[in-house]
């Protein structure tokens, strides 16, 4: 059974950085982790995501530069390291995973808040 749980999310000033943590459990070597967020009033959102033992990453345009995905094979965690914050970051953010070749995400977090104050 694939469990994860995220931590890390705070409250930041603008130009700040926060780094966000997913530990995950029951995953395939072939596993894709992503990280999504959702902010008040809005749809979630698409941020980042990595192959879980591979090294192919992609982001949102939105945060290009700015923030990194990265995990730690050995702890079996996955991290998000967010860098100049803008106030439009403040959102929930949620880790994922879903089994390699699936379509749509099977399992998440239960998020962890980011608020990022002007």
């Known amino acids: 059974q694939v469990q994860l749980v995220e931590s890390g999310g705070g409250l930041v000033q603008a130009g700040g950085s926060l780094r966000l943590s997913c530990a995950a459990s029951g995953l395939t070597f072939s596993s894709v982790m992503g990280w999504f967020r959702q902010a008040p009033g809005k749809e979630r959102e698409f941020v980042a995501r990595?192959?879980?033992?591979?090294?192919?990453?992609s982001y949102a345009d939105s945060v290009k530069g700015r923030f990194t995905i990265s995990r730690d094979n050995g702890k079996n965690t996955v991290f998000l390291q967010m860098n100049s914050l803008k106030p439009e970051d403040t959102a929930v953010y949620y880790c994922?995973?879903?089994?390699?070749?699936?379509?749509?995400?099977?399992?998440w977090g239960p998020g962890t808040q980011v608020t990022v104050s002007s």
């Open positions: 990595t192959i879980w033992g591979g090294s192919s990453t």
């Open positions: 994922a995973a879903k089994r390699s070749g699936s379509s749509g995400y099977a399992y």
